[in-house]
């Protein structure tokens, strides 16, 4: 089964506009970790956010928020005031068992944004 | 404090060949992990280490491939007679230990890749 599911193979918005990109998990396990990451064209891998499984609040860095809904175990990212920079593949990543050590990380198959002028 | 570091960024390799991909993670961090990539794919993990052990090579293809970090250099991932399945962008990162000042332990942070390719 799944693990990290990303729904959107694509997706586009219009510059300055919020979008939403969608990541669902699977895990048995109460303590747990979840990550976003961007890929521009050049190929690296871009942290975004980190929420913890016991995070009170929604974690959030600049313009990008992360909408965890645990009782849904959805994650999803939110880009706020889209900048044609932010076109790129983004990947969903859950790091499961406690912090403190091992976090092998299960990615999804990611969704291409793409940011229209 | 430079980032994670690979080299050789692009390396291209006959069938049959060796392929050496090196990995110096992040000052202060002790803990290395390898993903492969294929086209069009998410990462998958391959092996997690840190230094002179090899934690988990659950991802690790049983055959051809090897993994060590040493006390001493850059950790390295080794391909054996690569074959064109082989082809892929290779990312490593790192991660610091529990109680680095000034780190977030969750937090992996990768290197620029390697792209393999295999003729």
């Known amino acids: 089964a799944q693990k990290i599911t990303q729904t959107q193979p694509g997706m586009f918005v219009q510059e300055k506009e919020a979008v939403t990109l969608d990541c669902t998990y699977d895990?048995?396990?109460?303590?747990?970790?979840l990550f976003w990451y961007k890929q521009p064209s050049s190929g690296e891998m871009i942290f975004l956010i980190y929420?913890?499984?016991?995070?009170?609040q929604n974690a959030t860095e600049g313009r990008y928020s992360l909408n965890f809904q645990k009782a849904r175990k959805s994650a999803n990212l939110v880009i706020s005031a889209s900048q044609l920079g932010d076109s790129a593949m983004y990947f969903c990543?859950?790091?499961?068992?406690?912090?403190?050590?091992?976090?092998?990380?299960?990615f999804g198959a990611g969704t291409r944004l793409a940011v229209h002028p | 404090n430079a980032g994670v570091m690979q080299n050789p960024r692009h390396l291209v390799r006959r069938r049959g060949q060796e392929a050496r991909l090196r990995c110096s993670p992040m000052k202060g961090h002790s803990h290395v992990y390898w993903y492969r990539q294929l086209p069009e794919e998410g990462l998958k993990f391959m092996v997690y280490?840190?230094?002179?052990?090899?934690?988990?090579e659950s991802g690790m293809p049983k055959e051809r491939f090897s993994a060590e970090f040493p006390k001493e250099g850059p950790s390295i991932l080794r391909i054996q007679q690569v074959v064109r399945g082989d082809s892929a962008a290779y990312f490593c990162a790192s991660s610091p230990p529990a109680g680095l000042a000034g780190s977030n332990q969750e937090t992996q942070y990768f290197g620029p890749g390697t792209r393999l390719l295999v003729l």
């Open positions: 280490l840190q230094k002179e052990n090899i934690i988990d």
């Open positions: 895990t048995s396990d109460p303590s747990y970790g």
């Open positions: 990543a859950m790091r499961e068992g406690p912090s403190g050590g091992y976090n092998k990380l299960i």
């Open positions: 929420q913890g499984s016991y995070d009170q």
